[in-house]
């Protein structure tokens, strides 16, 4: 008898859940055979990444001795892929209009051809910030640690992949891309931002980029890193508004500062110190610091002033 109530009351509920999902809410169930696919998306980064750079993600799966043979099967398959989820995108976010499946499958493949035929520019400008993170840190061994290990030219070439399917107004896929190398590496990186060539993440866990943020060459960004808008709170009515910095060429923004606002401009050649909250522009050449705290010790009986505190190599010691 107990097991026949239990029954009844799951069929219950199951029956009352179903019946919610025809109250036409914004998060009611689709079709779930006709949507983008986020592990498809996933298993497409590795790949790219394996496209932009060979010989370093190789799949152990193909069994192919020539390169050239490798790789075509590579750019083939991922050509395929990304055709598919793409046209699956143009149908699923319906922010292209109206289309039908034959002009969505015209478009899907111009869109896919064109990414491709764009991959040389995008090495191109991967190879200048794996030469920027070479040059900024002197804990780099070898170019080869770099891509292998650093999570900020993992998100940085993630990035430049979404970018270039955002500027060919792609729903939806770009974000899947940049939030995929989010959780990867802890930073985030809009895919509608625009950065330039020589572009430098140091450690980068904590990094916030905006979509509207523009960002010159040589720029260097250290850990927990907000280039953020000032106020969200127009909503919808601030989309396609610049709401991000601008940051110009060869500008250092040190850890935990946060840079705010779409009219704020870093100027060239500046220096951000860490901790900064900035919401107004820096003309060039300034360097932006906060004075130092008072430091403040205590003992179980004593405030102690910071000239009687001396430090030692294991701890301080008080004079």
Same mark, same amino acid.
């Given at each position: 008898?107990?097991?026949?109530?239990?029954?009844?009351?799951?069929? /219950?509920?199951?029956?009352?859940?179903?019946?919610?999902?025809?109250?036409?809410?914004?998060?009611? #169930?689709?079709?779930?055979?006709?949507?983008?696919?986020?592990?498809?998306?996933?298993?497409?980064?590795?790949?790219? $990444?394996?496209?932009?750079?060979?010989?370093?993600?190789?799949?152990?799966? &193909?069994?192919?001795?020539?390169?050239?043979?490798?790789?075509?099967?590579?750019?083939? %398959?991922?050509?395929?892929?990304?055709?598919?989820?793409?046209? $699956? #995108?143009?149908?699923?976010?319906?922010?292209? /209009?109206?289309?039908?499946?034959?002009?969505?499958?015209?478009?899907?493949?111009?869109?896919?051809?064109?990414?491709?035929?764009?991959?040389?520019?995008?090495?191109?400008?991967?190879?200048?910030?794996?030469?920027?993170?070479?040059? /900024?840190?002197?804990?780099?061994?070898?170019?080869?640690?770099?891509?292998?290990? &650093?999570?900020?030219?993992?998100?940085?070439?993630?990035?430049?992949?979404?970018?270039? $399917? &955002?500027?060919?107004?792609?729903?939806?896929?770009?974000?899947?891309?940049?939030?995929?190398?989010?959780?990867?590496?802890?930073?985030?990186?809009?895919?509608?931002?625009?950065? %330039?060539?020589?572009?430098?993440? %140091?450690?980068?866990?904590?990094?916030?980029?905006?979509?509207?943020?523009?960002?010159?060459?040589?720029?260097?960004?250290?850990?927990?890193?907000?280039?953020?808008?000032?106020?969200?709170?127009?909503?919808?009515? $601030?989309?396609?508004?610049?709401?991000?910095?601008?940051?110009?060429?060869?500008?250092?923004?040190?850890?935990?500062?946060?840079?705010? /606002?779409?009219?704020?401009?870093?100027?060239?050649?500046?220096?951000?110190?860490?901790?900064?909250?900035?919401?107004?522009?820096?003309?060039?050449?300034?360097?932006?610091?906060?004075?130092?705290?008072?430091?403040?010790?205590?003992?179980?009986?004593?405030?102690?002033?910071?000239?009687?505190?001396?430090?030692?190599?294991?701890?301080?010691?008080?004079?």
């Amino acid at each position: 008898m107990e097991n026949v109530i239990r029954e009844e009351e799951i069929n /219950g509920i199951v029956k009352k859940i179903l019946a919610d999902y025809k109250g036409r809410k914004n998060i009611d #169930a689709v079709n779930i055979y006709n949507k983008p696919d986020k592990t498809e998306m996933r298993e497409m980064v590795h790949d790219l $990444l394996r496209i932009v750079f060979p010989g370093y993600f190789r799949e152990r799966t &193909y069994k192919i001795y020539n390169p050239n043979n490798y790789y075509a099967v590579i750019i083939e %398959d991922v050509f395929y892929h990304l055709n598919k989820q793409i046209m $699956l #995108a143009l149908d699923f976010c319906k922010l292209r /209009g109206t289309m039908t499946g034959k002009e969505r499958k015209m478009e899907s493949y111009r869109i896919s051809r064109e990414f491709f035929e764009n991959i040389p520019l995008i090495r191109e400008y991967v190879e200048t910030d794996l030469l920027a993170a070479f040059d /900024g840190d002197p804990a780099a061994s070898c170019f080869e640690e770099i891509i292998l290990a &650093y999570p900020g030219i993992m998100a940085i070439t993630v990035y430049r992949l979404a970018h270039e $399917l &955002y500027k060919l107004k792609v729903p939806v896929l770009p974000r899947l891309m940049t939030e995929y190398a989010h959780s990867e590496s802890g930073i985030d990186i809009h895919p509608g931002a625009t950065i %330039d060539k020589y572009f430098f993440i %140091d450690h980068g866990t904590g990094i916030v980029i905006g979509e509207t943020s523009i960002i010159g060459k040589n720029v260097k960004i250290y850990q927990g890193v907000t280039i953020g808008a000032l106020s969200t709170r127009g909503g919808q009515k $601030l989309s396609g508004k610049k709401r991000h910095p601008t940051i110009k060429d060869n500008v250092t923004i040190y850890a935990g500062a946060s840079i705010l /606002g779409g009219d704020t401009v870093i100027g060239e050649n500046s220096v951000i110190g860490g901790n900064a909250f900035i919401t107004n522009s820096v003309p060039a050449n300034t360097r932006v610091s906060i004075k130092n705290p008072e430091m403040e010790y205590r003992t179980k009986d004593n405030l102690l002033k910071t000239e009687e505190i001396k430090q030692s190599d294991e701890w301080y010691y008080i004079i």
